[in-house]
């Protein structure tokens, strides 16, 4: 089991964690309660890995909190998930700040609320000095328009390469620049898509797949996503050279 600090050939300290939320209000309904209770909970569920994730390696953490689609949500419920958003950026982020914990919010901000977009610009103020964790939480963010919009952006670029698309890529979803892979790429709620999340990042990312409902997600849980993701053999295309087994020809 892992309980602490991976140790591995790579840097596991940098490790790029990206989780989708999935299953608060599924959650909600099988105890009778209200969508928004789900999601509710669900913010507990971040704060616990949040706090935890740093201990374990994690260097970049993404999570899924709102996506483009979910604007296709009945208004009450959006309204409600939107305001709680905004308040766990005041509530937390001082908490985030006392951490070392840098938080940013990535997707995009022309559709949200002036007093959220307000609440992302102060947290991301107030934690910009943090290095123990990236935590980047992406609010109507959507892959495929974020890769559309860079692509167009690369009509007028000099330069043709993955690194100045990635470039623009971070631009046009406000992460301040490119960002590294994705690493590890875990969906709870028992689910087994991507989601329209972070396709570029995910090219050669693990993919791991929790029947837990996000709002009971647990540190155990993310250390045995890391346990699942430190065992794999990770190739990137190439091929694993073996030893010659001794006296063949």
């Known amino acids: 089991m892992l309980t602490q ?14 989780i989708l939320l999935d299953g608060n209000g599924r959650w909600a309904a099988l105890r009778g309660m209200p969508r928004p209770e789900g999601h509710r909970a669900g913010v507990a569920a971040v704060r616990r890995v949040v706090s935890a994730a740093p201990g374990l390696g994690v260097g970049t953490l993404t999570l899924y909190a709102f996506s483009s689609n979910n604007w296709e949500r009945p208004s009450g419920e959006v309204a409600s998930l ?20 840098r938080l940013r919010v990535i997707g995009r901000r022309d559709r ?16 910009a000095r ?13 892959s495929r328009d974020a890769i559309l919009r860079a692509a167009c952006w690369m009509l007028s670029s000099l330069e043709v390469s993955q690194r100045e698309f990635g470039r623009r890529l971070g631009e046009v979803t406000n992460s301040g620049g490119p960002v590294r892979d994705v690493d590890l790429l875990i969906r709870t709620g028992g689910e087994r898509r991507l989601s329209d999340f972070l396709l570029w990042e995910c090219a050669y990312a693990e993919l791991f797949f929790s029947p837990r409902m996000w709002p009971d997600f647990q540190p155990a849980d993310l250390v045995e996503a ?11 295309g190439r091929v694993t050279e073996t030893a010659e087994p001794v006296g063949a020809d």
């Open 5 to 18: 600090m991976p140790s591995r050939s790579e840097n596991s300290s940098t490790l790029h964690v990206a």
């Open 82 to 101: 939107l305001a709680l958003l905004e308040d766990y950026l005041r509530t937390d982020a001082p908490v985030c700040a006392a951490q070392g914990v």
């Open 112 to 127: 949200i609320p002036r007093t959220l977009v307000k609440a992302i610009d102060e947290a991301e103020r107030i934690t």
């Open 130 to 142: 943090g290095h123990a964790l990236d935590l980047r939480i992406a609010i109507d963010y959507s």
């Open 226 to 236: 890391l346990d699942d993701f430190l065992a794999r053999d990770r190739r990137f």
